[in-house]
C-alpha cells in the first residue's frame, strides 16, 4: 500500500474541504523537509531547539573566510538532517560558496553570496538514490 505524504505549505483550508488535500510522494515529502531545515534558525521550533541549520548564523559573516563558512554550513547540515530526516541513510551533503553579481536598482549592481547545497543518500524504505538541490543568497537570505 502506497503511503502519502502532504506537502509543504500545508494549507488548513484544504482539510476542511472533502478531497482536497494536497499529498505528494516520498522523494518530495523529503525534499520539503530538508527545505525546511535549510530555512530554519536553530531554536526557531520551541519544541525542538536543534532544528534548523547554520546559514541562519553565517548570513551576514562577511569576516570567516568561504572555506570556515562552507564546512560549518556542512557539519551543521549533515548533523541535522543525519537526526531529523530519519528516513534516509548515507547522507552525504555537498555546499558550494561563490560570489554571484545580482541586480540592483537602474545605477547598482549587488554582490551577494550564493550557497549551493547538495545534499545525496539512500531512501531507506525504497533503497532508492535521493538527491535534492537548492540554493541560497546570503546576507541577507534569499531563496
Known amino acids: 500500500m502506497e503511503k502519502y505524504y502532504y506537502e509543504l505549505p500545508l494549507k488548513p483550508l484544504n482539510f476542511f474541504e472533502n478531497n482536497r488535500r494536497n499529498y505528494c510522494g516520498l522523494k ?4 520539503h523537509f530538508i527545505h525546511l531545515i535549510n530555512t530554519t534558525h536553530f531554536g526557531e521550533c520551541r519544541f ?3 532544528f534548523g541549520c547554520a546559514i541562519w548564523d553565517v548570513d551576514f559573516d562577511n569576516l570567516k573566510s568561504t572555506n570556515s563558512l562552507k564546512s560549518q554550513i ?3 547540515l549533515n548533523d541535522s538532517i543525519s537526526h531529523h530526516e530519519t528516513r534516509l541513510e548515507n547522507i552525504n551533503v ?3 560558496i561563490k ?3 545580482t541586480d540592483g536598482d537602474l545605477q547598482t549592481n549587488r554582490i551577494k553570496k550564493r550557497v549551493d ?3 545525496k543518500a539512500i531512501v531507506k524504505k525504497t533503497n532508492e538514490p535521493f538527491t535534492y538541490v537548492e540554493y541560497f543568497y546570503i546576507g541577507p537570505l534569499s531563496y
Open 117 to 119: 547545497i547538495s545534499v
Open 48 to 50: 525542538d531547539p536543534s
Open 94 to 96: 555537498g555546499v558550494s
Open 99 to 101: 560570489q554571484e553579481e
Open 28 to 31: 518530495e515529502s523529503i525534499a
Open 74 to 76: 556542512v557539519k551543521s
